[in-house]
């Protein structure tokens, strides 16, 4: 994502127009060069990428300032979850055309994530391409020397944590497509923007990154459904665990569904794009997590613990009886 003056494309007028203002870094040479620097100064840098496509993780016709905000959330979640603190991040753009209508929202919403979270635009590429448009973000964090949290590193007895509430952005999608989710909520607009807001604009818990460093085992996003993620980290961490379905947070919305008998409790624990935090935390430091979640405003909850064994993680209902999924989490193959 460079840009010469004297020789400007309509590719580089593009970026001169709308995401130079954006590079506010100096490490970003204010996108005249062909990559950006970042200072290390005795920390580590974490790095993640994430795309999102349209038909995949967004519908066309969305709204552009909800994509900008949502691809860069992704990647703020990941960073969130590994306990760092943004530092930067580089824009990959396939369109199908340079539309101002759909640009200028685009920018503007990126450049006020981006300014929120402490989170500079470094530099990237833009391409044009005759199939569906996609959004690609490669962020970077930093944290001290070795501190970084891993999926790995879950033992026997922590207690696992969620924040916020899960299953909301899958009933969303569920809203913006007209499904089950969509009839049941057909007397409560609020409810379906609700809902489908969750879905369009995820909430990164980077407030939640110092306590998560301070406090957690092991930790990741959860981007492609509870159930499927906790069995990711189980598996990195050699455990299992057994979780209690009662204790999972809910919204409003989701809970009253799930009273109606709507939809399921499988579908909220094994639908994605929630982008919340998971992690496991070792009994005698709990008490503490939360309260450094309260002072952080980050509602968390405690679902269950880690247990000996590699079996796939247990759901039990309020009675004991353990749930069977068919289905642990969204895949993409």
């Known amino acids: 994502m460079t840009q010469d003056s004297k020789q400007a494309s309509g590719e580089d007028s593009l970026i001169a127009r709308y995401f130079k203002p954006l590079a506010t870094d100096l490490g970003a040479f204010g996108l005249d060069d062909d990559a950006a620097a970042l200072k290390a100064g005795g920390e580590e840098i974490v790095v993640t990428t994430d795309a999102i496509v349209e038909g995949v993780h967004f519908l066309a016709g969305d709204p552009p300032d909800t994509l900008a905000r949502k691809?860069?959330?992704?990647?703020l979640s990941d960073i969130a979850a590994k306990g760092a603190v943004p530092a930067g991040f580089v824009l990959t753009l396939a369109l199908r055309g340079a539309d101002e209508s759909w640009l200028a929202p685009f920018a503007q919403a990126l450049g006020e994530d981006a300014s929120h979270y402490g989170c500079p635009l470094l530099g990237g590429d833009t391409v044009s391409t005759p199939g569906p448009l996609m959004i690609s973000v490669t962020a970077f964090g930093r944290l001290p020397q070795g501190r970084m949290v891993h999926r790995a590193g879950a033992k026997a007895g922590d207690r696992v944590f969620v924040t916020g509430t899960i299953g909301d952005a899958a009933l969303g999608l569920d809203v913006l497509r007209g499904g089950v989710a969509a009839s049941a909520l057909a007397d409560d607009a609020a409810a379906r923007d609700w809902l489908a807001s969750r879905y369009r604009v995820p909430q990164p818990r980077n407030a939640l990154a110092l306590a998560v460093r301070e406090h957690a085992r092991a930790a990741?996003?959860?981007?492609?459904?509870?159930?499927?993620?906790?069995?990711?980290?189980?598996?990195a961490s050699g455990v299992s665990a057994e979780i209690e379905l009662p204790r999972i947070p809910h919204s409003p919305a989701a809970a009253a569904l799930l009273a109606r008998g709507a939809v399921g409790v499988e579908a909220l624990i094994a639908g994605g794009d929630d982008y919340e935090i998971l992690c496991t935390v070792p009994a005698g430091r709990a008490d503490a997590f939360v309260q450094a979640a309260q002072g952080a405003g980050v509602a968390v909850a405690a679902i269950g613990q880690i247990v000996a064994g590699r079996a796939r993680p247990r759901f039990l209902d309020g009675q004991g009886a353990e749930l069977t999924l068919k289905r642990l989490s969204y895949s993409h193959f």
Do not use: E, P, Q, T
Request: with cysteine.
């Open 220 to 235: 990741m996003d959860v981007s492609d459904g509870l159930a499927g993620d906790l069995a990711k980290l189980c598996v």
């Open 71 to 75: 691809a860069l959330r992704v990647n």
